[in-house]
């Protein structure tokens, strides 16, 4: 079993940046990839990117140059930072990872970017 703790969310106005931060209850090593998606209000899941052995990818275009995703092996953590938020970035981020074939979830973290 793999347990994902996400934290960092919160409301954040346009222009800022956060930092979210996915901890495992195992070590980042023994999980083949890790991911972060996003799910705004009304609107179907989708995928921001995934981290693999320290490789990253970026799905979504309106992230690509803004977010960055990165681990800390010694606390078992991914990241995701986004800056210059926008309102279009709302949503509730989850973060993903797949161990033995089989993909695991956290709880979500809402990010709200209004003034």
């Known amino acids: 079993q793999v347990q994902l703790v996400e934290s960092g969310g919160g409301l954040v106005q346009p222009g800022g940046s956060l930092r979210l931060s996915c901890a495992a209850s195992?070590?980042?090593?023994?999980?083949?990839?890790m991911g972060w998606y996003r799910q705004a209000p009304g609107k179907q899941r989708e995928l921001v990117g995934t981290i693999s052995n320290g490789v990253t990818t970026t799905y979504v275009d309106s992230i690509k140059g803004r977010g960055t995703i990165s681990r800390d092996t010694a606390k078992n953590t991914i990241y995701l930072q986004i800056n210059s938020l926008k309102p279009e970035d709302t949503a509730v981020y989850y973060c993903?990872?797949?161990?033995?074939?089989?993909?695991?979830w956290g709880q979500g973290t809402q990010v709200t970017v209004s003034s």
């Open positions: 195992v070590s980042i090593f023994s999980i083949s990839v």
């Open positions: 993903n990872g797949r161990q033995r074939g089989v993909e695991y």
